[in-house]
């Protein structure tokens, strides 16, 4: 075993790999930061409709107070992974996890949309090294492929289980305080990370990283974050020339980025992993689920408080079944990949998630609530298992020294897809809104322009213009909200059932694949 901990023998495990008692206690400290990430997710939500009536941001303002995150990660986190191979993992996990404290503070205070937007961005950048850290250490600290499918279950569980808190603990905030509440709950599990992780999980680096190279890194934000604002503002205001160019040049530093890498004696990334078909095959499983999974998490929240007319703790207690199921389904198929193949796990998983989002789409203006459950409990259920099962089959693919980089790929496909998810259907459900919202009569063409730019500022312009008249623009916004919700929904059933035929088809050979030495 190296000095800094990588090698054949896991620290504290026997000499065949078996992790010991200080793995599993750390894998729990590893889970904190997971549980940070969710709950932030998660709490936005909730918290939309309070921050659009005191904040009162504008349309694109209120989209990037949501997906600035995302962008931010997807754009760094190749960069942080092959950081962390080189610093030392734990070493980055504990410098973001403090970053991630000070930006909480930040977004929580913030007095306008703009520093609102300036904090989520500085939580994107700090949350970009959290996500490969704790991935990367897991995959050196439980060789033994049992032991890691059953670690990645109780990792994945982190995210259901932070599913389940935020809306309790956000709901219940945002009844007694204020929105920038729900980013303070950030602070307890930063400080905890921060004392207990130096304690109880071991550092971990490349023993030999090789050169860092600086134009790599400037290659990959300038190939991910045009194409993302590319596609963002093409969902948002149709075709045109400048996002069109914005994409196409995204694309041609990708391909020079590609082309930099196979060069290169130490590639930032190993483009040579995408050959393996089981890590190319869970690296695009994991990106079309969450870029369906992203825009239910944002719209339904919003559906069960300003449609239903829910307070936040209803709505979160309502999501709660659905999120403890999520939370067990890690575990159900870590059991059952010991006697079911990979590939139909991973496409019954899929295809039971996409039932969900069919029931959305069947999702009612009024007494809906049921429906919204129901919905969430299937999607739930099938998305905790699938990233369970992609996540276990990447990792198996790569040896412990490149874990930091594969993870970091993994992450930036997941927050590439939620960031994706985000812009597209996202700016796909307001545009939807927008248009299905017409003039209401007894509402002057002013007021309903500051209507069309989100519900909440519907539902506060409808109280304020009053009557009948008000009355009739609050449903007919709460309906074009719901048909947003609808034309999305069928978005991501079918990306769902497409990503299900695939995993049947391309997995399904993998015995055969593995058997013959490929």
Do not use: C
């Not at 590319?230 to 590609?258: C, D, E, N, Q, W």
């Not at 089959?393 to 939620?418: D, N, W």
């Amino acid at each position: 075993m190296t000095r800094d901990g990588s090698g054949p023998m896991t620290p504290g495990g026997d000499r065949q790999g078996r992790a010991g008692p200080r793995e599993w206690v750390g894998l729990v400290v590893l889970m904190l930061p997971v549980l940070l990430i969710s709950v932030d997710m998660t709490v936005l939500g909730f918290a939309v409709p309070y921050l659009s009536e005191e904040l009162r941001p504008s349309g694109p303002q209120l989209l990037w107070i949501v997906d600035i995150y995302s962008f931010l990660l997807a754009g760094l986190l190749v960069t942080m992974g092959t950081v962390g191979d080189r610093i030392g993992r734990r070493r980055l996990l504990l410098m973001g996890t403090a970053g991630f404290g000070v930006a909480s503070l930040m977004a929580a205070y913030a007095p306008d949309a703009a520093t609102l937007i300036a904090g989520r961005a500085l939580l994107g950048v700090a949350g970009a090294t959290l996500m490969p850290s704790t991935l990367s250490l897991l995959r050196n600290m439980f060789h033994d492929e049992r032991q890691r499918l059953f670690a990645i279950a109780t990792w994945g569980s982190a995210f259901s289980a932070g599913a389940a808190l935020g809306p309790i603990i956000g709901g219940w905030l945002l009844e007694h305080f204020w929105w920038g509440s729900v980013f303070l709950i950030n602070l307890p599990v930063t400080v905890v990370t921060l004392v207990v992780a130096p304690l109880l999980v071991r550092e971990y680096r490349d023993p030999s990283p090789g050169r860092f190279d600086i134009p790599s890194v400037v290659l990959s934000m300038l190939a991910i974050l045009p194409v993302v604002y590319g596609v963002k503002t093409v969902a948002k205001r149709g075709l045109a020339v400048t996002p069109i160019l914005t994409i196409a040049f995204g694309l041609l530093v990708g391909y020079l980025f590609v082309r930099r890498q196979k060069k290169l004696a130490d590639p930032m990334i190993d483009v040579g992993l995408f050959r393996i078909r089981r890590f190319s095959v869970a690296i695009g499983t994991d990106l079309m689920v969450v870029f369906a999974l992203t825009a239910s998490l944002f719209l339904i929240p919003q559906y069960l408080q300003l449609v239903q007319g829910l307070t936040p703790l209803r709505a979160g207690l309502l999501l709660l079944p659905g999120a403890a199921l999520a939370i067990g389904a890690g575990f159900v198929v870590a059991a059952a990949a010991r006697h079911v193949g990979m590939a139909t796990l991973i496409a019954f998983a899929l295809v039971l998630a996409a039932l969900g989002f069919v029931v959305l789409v069947w999702l009612p203006p009024s007494h809906g609530v049921l429906v919204a459950s129901v919905a969430f409990v299937l999607v739930s259920f099938g998305e905790g298992s699938v990233m369970t099962l992609t996540n276990n089959t990447m990792l198996s693919t790569v040896p412990p020294e490149r874990a930091g980089a594969a993870s970091a790929i993994s992450e930036t496909a997941i927050e590439f897809g939620g960031a994706l998810g985000v812009a597209v259907l996202g700016s796909l459900a307001t545009a939807v809104y927008q248009t299905e919202l017409t003039s209401v009569p007894g509402v002057d063409e002013t007021r309903m322009e500051a209507a069309r730019e989100t519900l909440g500022g519907a539902l506060v312009t409808a109280r304020e213009v009053g009557g009948p008249a008000g009355q009739a623009l609050a449903d007919a916004a709460r309906a074009a909200f719901t048909d947003s919700i609808h034309v999305t929904s069928a978005i991501g059933a079918g990306l769902l059932l497409y990503a299900a035929l695939q995993a049947w088809v391309l997995l399904r050979p993998e015995r055969a694949t593995a058997r013959s030495g490929r």
